[in-house]
């Protein structure tokens, strides 16, 4: 089992920045993906960015060039930079744990909400 614990999240003006963070514990293996979702009001969840043990990404084309995705191997925790954040962005954030390309563990999510 892997927990997951999201954290950073709130209510920013368009144009402002935040950093999502993301805390894994328990049977944890360094060579894993852990990935980014988010998840609108009345949408699917969808994929935000991924991050391999070997430190290559993946991001959704609605935030490329605006989030970056990174890890601390050594402290088991994964962060996300949301920069220019638009109103679009807003949705609830999970943090996923992910084995043979799919996710496989979730976090509780956190919400960031972006005003106009």
């Known amino acids: 089992q892997v927990q997951l614990v999201e954290s950073g999240g709130g209510f920013v003006q368009a144009g402002e920045s935040l950093i999502l963070s993301c805390a894994a514990s328990g049977r944890i293996f360094s060579g894993n993906t852990m990935a980014w979702y988010r998840q609108a009001p009345g949408k699917e969840r969808e994929l935000v960015a991924t991050m391999t043990s070997g430190s290559r990404t993946n991001y959704a084309d609605s935030v490329k060039g605006r989030f970056t995705i990174s890890r601390d191997n050594a402290k088991n925790m994964v962060f996300l930079q949301m920069n220019s954040l638009k109103p679009d962005d807003t949705a609830v954030y999970y943090c996923?744990?992910?084995?043979?390309?799919?996710?496989?563990?979730w976090g509780q999510g956190t919400q960031v909400t972006v005003s106009s």
């Open positions: 996923a744990y992910q084995k043979l390309g799919a996710p496989t563990y």
